[in-house]
């Protein structure tokens, strides 16, 4: 089975930096997504790590500990735009991308 | 251009009544899944494909099927809809090559 946690709501202010949070366990584990999800629309790839570090692409950044079962998004300079929700996905196995998604984290960003 | 492409994005059946969603795609990927997404809750993968192979997840009610008859194509059987199976269906698409998965835009199940 799979247990996934993240915070359900986040606040913070346009300009700022945010870090959401994951904690996973899984019976097994290929990588880790975060995927972008405005609300009505499908969700938008972010980021996929599969080795422990960070990885970083522009205003946002993932982190991954294995051992820990651990992730974070870090998102800088933080605008209007980034107001969505944001999910977490542990890929569980070696063949592909099977991946389900933990709760989501909804960010509002505030003027 | 569309590379997962689902039809119709917005479905009305009845209570009990057999129903059909479609999902295509242009990017010859190997892995296609079907996730449920209720109102304020993230989307909840009901099975997926692996080329033929069949995966259903352990919670996925015998309700919902899945057919693919090729690598393009595949469809989400509900064969009795009841009020709860009310949703957003997303289909989305994954290869080997690549990590991400490719979302269609979605079709909003409404049974009345």
């Known amino acids: 089975g799979q247990n996934i946690d993240q915070p359900t709501e986040m606040t913070a202010t346009e300009g700022a930096i945010v870090q959401i949070n994951c904690t996973y366990q899984?019976?097994?584990?290929?990588?880790l997504f975060w995927y972008q999800q405005h609300a009505g629309e499908a969700p938008t790839f972010l980021s996929y790590?599969?080795?422990?570090g960070l990885e970083e692409k522009g205003r946002f950044s993932s982190f991954l500990s294995r051992s820990k079962g651990y992730s974070y998004l870090l998102l800088k300079e933080l605008q209007m735009k980034d107001s969505a929700s944001y999910l977490c996905?542990?890929?569980?196995?070696?063949?592909?991308?099977?991946?389900?998604f933990g709760p989501g984290t909804r960010l509002s960003v505030l003027p | 251009d569309a590379m997962v492409i689902q039809n119709p994005r917005y479905q009305v059946t009845q209570f009990g009544k057999p129903v059909t969603l479609s999902c295509s795609q242009t990017?010859?990927?190997?892995?296609m899944y079907w996730y449920q997404q209720k109102s304020s809750q993230a989307p909840k993968l009901l099975f997926h494909?692996?080329?033929?192979?069949?995966?259903n997840e352990a919670d996925t009610p015998d309700n919902f099927q899945s057919r693919r008859p090729n690598t393009s194509f595949c469809f989400l059987d509900i064969r009795s809809p009841g009020l709860g199976d009310a949703a957003m269906y997303l289909c989305?698409?994954?290869?080997?090559?690549?990590?991400?998965?490719?979302f269609g835009q979605g079709t909003r199940l409404t049974v009345v």
């Open positions: 989305a698409t994954s290869g080997s090559l690549v990590p991400e998965a490719f």
């Open positions: 899984t019976s097994g584990f290929n990588g």
């Open positions: 790590n599969v080795l422990d």
């Open positions: 996905a542990p890929a569980r196995d070696n063949y592909g991308q099977n991946f389900v």
């Open positions: 990017l010859n990927h190997n892995v």
């Open positions: 494909y692996y080329d033929k192979d069949f995966n």
